[in-house]
Structure formats: structure tokens, C-alpha cells
């Protein structure tokens, strides 16, 4: 299985970007994505966690409100939308994938198997 994030860019404060996650390979044993970020001497944050069946979950912190996950079975992919962007944003967005069971979301960093390059967002004026 494999994992590409796109959509990292430049964008200005209050801005507005879309990041996107294509798997490929053996998709069929993805159970949930969930979307993370990292910032320059920080630990990586779940910013959001979709199921297979498209049950998001947004985990309380500093881009509740935000963001919205969401799904397009037909081409495998998971897409990040993000609204009203800071400074702060800025990091590198990674996308993972889980292949495990029994849970309805997968929110530790550890519960996921699979992990994209990450894309690099920039938040700034």
C-alpha cells in the first residue's frame, strides 16, 4: 500500500487549501486515513481521521472549525480542506492509514501503518 499527499503550497493568512491523499496497491485493508501534521520541533498532531465507510472525526485543538475531512471511494482518495489558515498552519501534512480493527478511529500516530511523504504547508503574508 501506498500513500501520495498533494496540495501543499504557499498560501496567505486566512487562506483557504486542499490537500489530497491517493493510496494505491492493496486499498481493500484501509479500515480508516487519518490526516497529521508536523511543525519544525514539534511532535506530529492528528488533525483529522476518516473510517472506511466516511465517518469523520475531528479531534479538539487548535484547527477545530477548520478543517473538514471527507472521501472519494471511486479514486481511493482522502481530501483535507482547510479554511481560515495561520501562521501557526504552517507545517508539513502527512496522511496515514490504518489497517487494523476494532475501533470505529484511529487517533494515535502508532494505530497507523502506512504513512505518506508528507506536503508542505505554508501559512504566511
Known amino acids: 500500500l501506498k500513500l501520495e499527499e498533494s496540495g501543499g503550497d504557499l498560501v496567505q493568512p486566512g487562506g483557504s487549501l486542499s490537500l489530497s491523499c491517493t493510496a494505491s496497491g492493496e486499498t481493500s485493508c484501509i479500515t480508516g486515513i487519518g490526516w497529521y501534521r508536523q511543525a519544525p520541533g514539534q511532535e506530529r498532531e492528528l488533525v483529522a481521521a476518516?473510517?472506511?465507510?466516511?465517518?469523520?472525526?475531528y479531534p479538539t485543538g487548535p484547527m477545530t472549525g477548520r478543517v473538514s475531512i471527507f472521501r472519494d471511494q471511486a479514486s481511493d482518495t482522502v481530501y483535507l480542506q482547510m479554511n481560515s489558515l495561520k501562521p501557526e498552519d504552517t507545517a508539513v501534512y502527512y496522511c496515514a492509514a490504518s489497517s487494523r480493527y476494532g475501533k470505529v478511529w484511529y487517533v494515535n500516530a502508532d494505530e497507523y501503518d502506512y504513512w505518506g511523504q508528507g506536503t508542505q504547508v505554508t501559512v504566511s503574508s
Open positions: 476518516i473510517t472506511s465507510g466516511g465517518h469523520a472525526y
